[in-house]
């Protein structure tokens, strides 16, 4: 029996560059940038003062079913926009005459944590340098809101998208830091191919710009502390680079199978060729110096396309900007692409939205297809200082023109998980 085909008949975006696609991806093609100083919480005391925040958009009760849209988490909210944008612009909604056919895959982080009542809690239970639990306790039950606390959880978003689209089908979030969207996107597919549903409505979604989320990379020392030059932050493979800048948002894709897709005529971004997964299996928070587990996800991800390394044309990087992540991945593009290696374009638009931990791999996937689309290379802003240690063409400061039949997407989280999607633009 063949293996069922899978492809993107809906695409939709939240993140620092817009609100949705179309304003995403020109931003992204003239190189501009999202990052800016802090204004979700006053970061003035703390290391790192920047961040690629979402401004200037609010969801509506009118956006959901159920109403009471102030008591979501910010994770599940951006999830909302991005994915009725997905639905809408698949038509596929129309269509669907079997709900249990229908599913959802999500890469979801935690919604916003509530500093001030957690701090509130802590001043309450500590005195005379002791800790009391009874007083820690007491206090979060005169404090915390039921609704809120189970509001910020991981699980919630892909709850509520069931709701409101009646997905009735296979309901999943993972969180794999930040490899979790691209591995929702591929274990969604896997799910089409195998027959257990015809539609998948797959992505992510995050929002860690908040006092715990920055105080814990700030420890990990992996932010950049660039704070003079919000804009120049964030500047992958750049011999100069020190750390990411952290984002957040969401981008929804929804997959389908091909024939049924061609059946109502939809438009078809490109089809989900190749999925490759893999773990590091070495430590939580550091990469392998000799990338075994990105290559290997590389090079199952080609195999699975049933491609050779020499089809691929573009890979959009993880390229986070920390020392580490930039010069494993350069070595990784090395052994999979060999001699080639020189002539395949790599480059990381975290440069310009910021790392959006797990919404950032199906964001970067929607670039990527966009870009085949398009024959639009995007390009590495801030690339200005080279390092002997990252050497390939990694399209410095300016898009350009080129032909992408095939792309690799990478990415590689924290914890060691590996993915990379290979896609493919003409579908025949």
């Known amino acids: 029996m063949d293996r069922r085909r899978v492809v993107v008949t809906g695409i939709g975006m939240i993140n620092p560059m817009g609100h949705d696609a179309k304003t995403v991806w020109q931003g992204l093609q003239a190189g501009q940038s999202g990052v800016g100083y802090t204004t979700l919480f006053d970061a003035s005391g703390f290391p790192t003062k920047i961040s690629a925040e979402v401004k200037d958009w609010e ?10 849209t102030d008591q979501l988490g910010r994770h599940t909210k951006f999830a909302i926009g991005a994915a009725k944008q997905a639905v809408n612009d698949s038509g596929v909604e129309s269509v669907i005459t079997d709900p249990t056919r229908f599913g959802i895959y999500l890469g979801s982080g935690e919604g916003n944590q509530d500093f001030i009542t957690f701090s509130r809690m802590m001043t309450a239970a500590i005195a005379d340098g002791e800790f009391d639990a009874s007083k820690f306790i007491a206090k979060g039950l005169e404090l915390l809101d039921p609704a809120k606390e189970l ?42 191919r195998r027959g257990d549903a015809d539609v998948m409505l797959a992505g992510g979604t995050h929002s860690m710009i908040h006092p715990f989320g920055v105080t814990g990379f700030n420890l990990l020392t992996a932010l950049s502390e660039s704070n003079d030059e919000p804009t120049k932050a964030s500047r992958p493979f750049d011999r100069l680079r020190n750390g990411f800048v952290l984002g957040e948002g969401s981008a929804m894709v929804v997959l389908e199978e091909l024939e049924s897709a061609r059946k109502r005529g939809a438009t078809i971004y490109g089809e989900i060729a190749g999925y ?40 959009n990087a993880h390229g986070t900007s920390t020392l580490v992540n930039d010069k494993v991945e350069t070595l990784a593009c090395k052994e ?93």
Do not use: W
Not at 168 to 178: F, I, K, S
């Open 59 to 68: 969801l509506t009760d009118s956006d959901h079913p159920l109403g009471g």
């Open 151 to 192: 509001e910020q959880e991981p699980n919630m978003p892909a709850a509520h998208l069931a709701t409101m689209f009646n997905a009735q089908g296979p309901n999943l979030n993972c969180l794999t830091a930040c490899a979790a969207s691209s591995q929702a996107v591929g274990e969604a597919t896997e799910i089409i």
């Open 276 to 315: 490759g997964t893999t773990a590091d299996a070495y430590r939580i928070t550091d990469i392998p110096p000799d990338g075994h587990g990105g290559i290997a996800a590389m090079r199952m991800s080609i195999a699975d396309a049933g491609l050779q390394p020499s089809d691929i044309r573009y890979v």
């Open 336 to 428: 999979v692409f060999g001699e080639n290696a020189a002539k395949v374009p790599v480059s990381s638009t975290k440069s310009m939205m910021g790392h959006l931990i797990a919404a950032a791999g199906v964001t970067e996937m929607i670039v990527c297809l966009l870009a085949m689309r398009d024959s639009v290379l995007p390009p590495t802003i801030n690339y200005e200082n080279p390092d002997p240690a990252c050497d390939l063409d990694y399209v410095p400061n300016e898009a350009r023109p080129a032909e992408i039949p095939y792309a690799l997407n990478n990415s590689f989280g924290f914890g060691g998980q590996n993915v990379t999607l290979c896609l493919a633009r003409d579908v025949a």
